[in-house]
């Protein structure tokens, strides 16, 4: 594991470049400019450019955020999310017809095609959990007492993360109510990053590929699991998590990682 000063040090080894958005390119409110003039070198240079999010919204809905926050179009052209991946299932029926949202009603476009299938919890075939609910906000208790009797559904994870920064404000995520979901002894199909299926929308086999991601549970353990290279963007999600940098070895310990280099942020 190496430091990494410059991008461009390593630039011409890969071919593609698959990318975090929150984290990474953003915070949730503004852009990370010197994330943004990465892309622009890369894009610049030719290489292909791959955003892997774990939002649990449809593609289309990302790019229509960034584009909000300004990026440019035109370094848009491959956006997968876990949400996309998930809806496609769900449409399917993959795993039962009726199912019961646990999540905010701003996720509600994952399920536009199947609206009339959604249900009680009660007589819902599964459980389609895009993060939290709108009414019982980061209360986590009230999750296990909504949850302790649908064990023997299955629940659908479509962002396997944890927590994420909004600023300087943590946020629970989907991931946070499949944990609950596994504690009580339910069963969770996940959606996302670092799950192996989702990795087969971004690229092929024979393209040289780096990863770029700022949570060790997802990003780099992704990387891991698919035996490609990447870069541990210190931060982002972890950053409470450690002092100064000789720490960091202890952090990928912690999580059974191993990223080939780190920086502080993404650069050039």
């Not at 984290?23 to 070198?41: F, Q």
């Not at 999010?53 to 990302?62: G, H, I, L």
């Amino acid at each position: 594991m190496k430091k990494l000063d410059h991008i461009n040090d390593i630039v011409q080894s890969y071919d593609t470049y698959v990318i975090d958005l929150w984290g990474v390119m953003h915070n949730g409110i503004i852009l990370n400019e010197s994330a943004i003039n990465v892309v622009e070198n890369l894009s610049t240079l030719g290489k292909k450019i791959v955003f892997l999010s774990n939002a649990p919204r449809p593609s289309e809905k990302v790019k229509n955020f960034l584009i909000k926050m300004r990026m440019e179009e035109r370094f848009l052209k491959h956006i997968v999310t876990s949400g996309e991946a998930a809806m496609h299932a769900i449409n399917q029926n993959k795993y039962g017809k009726f199912f019961y949202h646990l999540g905010p009603s701003r996720d509600e476009s994952i399920f536009t095609k199947v609206k009339n299938n959604k249900s009680s919890l009660e007589k819902s075939d599964f459980i389609l959990c895009t993060g939290l609910l709108d009414s019982y906000g980061e209360n986590l208790d009230q999750y296990k007492i909504l949850l302790k009797d649908s064990v023997k559904k299955k629940l659908i994870c479509t962002n396997p993360d944890l927590i994420v920064h909004r600023g300087t404000i943590k946020e629970f995520c989907a991931g946070k109510i499949a944990e609950i979901f596994e504690s009580l002894g339910g069963q969770v199909v996940y959606f996302g990053k670092p799950h192996k299926e989702i990795y087969k929308l971004c690229f092929e086999k024979k393209e040289k590929v780096l990863a770029i991601g700022d949570n060790l549970r997802t990003d780099i353990k992704g990387a891991n699991n698919l035996k490609i290279d990447s870069i541990f963007i210190s931060d982002g999600v972890h950053k409470s998590e450690f002092d100064n940098e000789d720490e960091l070895i202890n952090l990928f310990k912690k999580y059974n990682v191993k990223p080939n280099f780190f920086q502080k942020t993404l650069k050039w």
